[in-house]
């Protein structure tokens, strides 16, 4: 059963849909630019047999607040803040795209707080010619204000970034989408190289991994992630063993 919860994260709320059992070993998922937390709905399930699957929508996203001010590290500081109010001392941690780049800072950041790290097509933070963005018609569920600044910041990456994948101290399994994705391969490859435990897999069938081949990308994540899911839970799960939100 998906649970929807909304955390106040320091001036704003974050929207989260929970799964699993509440010992379970935590996992958090964090979705692309102009998507949400449902984008999971075909993996968290399965994802969720022995894990408490957080899937998050980040600022300007779905159901979260929409304050207007957007980046990157605004992204990667309230997802530590919803940590630190769920009591999550060390989650495994699944980025997609933008998700992947918010996942990869905070594991630079903030390493003793990311147990096992997975970048779903996350481009390599380098340089590319600025895309054209055109605000599509209708209703969005997201505002298109995150678009042109965390657009700007992908296209113009800190270099600081690229130099700290050492600093990563979580084994990361990378997922390449192969040449359907618009996300250049070679970076990915490059990204994979720099982080010291990088693993690169890639599942040849675009940019939307997770949606476009679930079972392929359940079973990638699920056997990556450390141990059994289901022998965790005999063993009491989770970290300390306590009851998780």
Known sequence: MVEERSVEVGEIRLACRMS??????????????GEDATTWDAVATPLARGRRVYALDLRGHGRSDWPGEYSLDLMRADVLRFLDVLGLDAVNLVGHSMGGVVAYMLAQDHPRRVSRLVLEDVPLPRPRPPLARVRPDGDLTFDWGVVAAVGREIDRPDPRRLERFGEITAETLVLAGGSRSHV??????DLARSIPGGHLITIPVGHLIHRAAPEAFTEAVSAFLPGDAEDDLLLGGGRGGSPRP
């Open 20 to 33: 699993g059992p509440r010992h379970g070993p935590p996992l958090v998922l964090l979705h692309a630019l």
């Open 184 to 189: 250049p391969q070679d970076g990915i490859a």
